[in-house]
């Protein structure tokens, strides 16, 4: 079975551009995350989505930042404009719930530089 | 609130022995699950064992084990007969029936493995 997809891979842009970073979750999968790797703060939830509800987006580090889940099987993150410190490895991650003894699986991650 | 500590920012273990990384919680949850993930140089992020907290034994996995003490709020990983492949960073996480499915990490431990 697939994982979870995302794309890009890579992405190098420049400060006040927009960002998009696309997700397909397991299928299956009713539980959607977005997290975001830094060195300075290591690895933090961004956003989650149940059955395509956004349930908590408190992570969202203000409003240049939005993400939407149109249907099960596929979510966006949107950085608009984008400035260098949003630079990091962006993860998406689905798990079949959003329990406390549900598995997480991620995605291999976007590299979003920001020039 | 939830918080993960991994003491050990670097380590080194020789090919073929045993090694155990660290990690403790603190949570106000009465139902946790806490979980262990391997990030290579290549940046994924692989699932590698789970523990809920009800559970009276130890998870194994292959060569991993977690070595789950409740009452000190300590979830060891435990590699078996070390490979070079080993040779990672790993994070401890956890998730708590109050967190709605939110996953709490560590900031890892880099793991070396010496032929």
């Known amino acids: 079975d697939a994982g979870v997809i995302q794309s890009p891979r890579h992405e190098v842009t420049e400060m006040g551009q927009e960002v998009t970073l696309r997700c397909k979750p397991i299928s299956g999968h009713n539980s959607l995350f977005w997290y975001r790797q830094t060195m300075m703060r290591g690895l933090e939830l961004l956003i989650y989505?149940?059955?395509?509800?956004?349930?908590?987006d408190s992570g969202m580090p203000e409003d240049r930042f939005s993400a939407k889940m149109p249907n099960a099987s596929f979510s966006t993150l949107k950085i608009q404009p984008s400035e260098p410190r949003d630079s990091a490895v962006y993860f998406c991650?689905?798990?079949?719930?959003?329990?406390?003894?549900?598995?997480?699986?991620f995605g291999p991650g976007t590299r979003l530089t920001v020039l | 609130a939830q918080k993960i500590t991994q003491t050990q920012p670097g380590m080194f273990v020789q090919e073929k022995e045993a090694v155990t990384l660290d990690c403790t919680y603190d949570?106000?949850?009465?139902?946790?699950?806490l979980f262990w993930y391997k990030q290579p140089s290549s940046g994924e992020m692989i699932f590698l064992i789970y523990?809920?907290?009800?559970?009276?034994q130890n998870a194994t996995e292959g060569r991993y084990s977690l070595n789950f003490q409740k009452a000190r709020k300590s979830a060891n990983l435990v590699i078996s007969a070390s490979q070079l492949g080993d040779s990672a960073m790993y994070f401890c996480a956890m998730s708590g029936d109050n967190q709605g499915g939110k996953l709490i990490f560590g900031q890892g431990t880099e793991l070396s493995v010496k032929p």
């Open positions: 991650a689905s798990s079949l719930t959003s329990g406390s003894s549900d598995t997480q699986y």
């Open positions: 949570t106000s949850d009465q139902s946790y699950g």
């Open positions: 523990q809920g907290s009800y559970d009276e």
């Open positions: 989505f149940n059955n395509n509800v956004p349930i908590d």
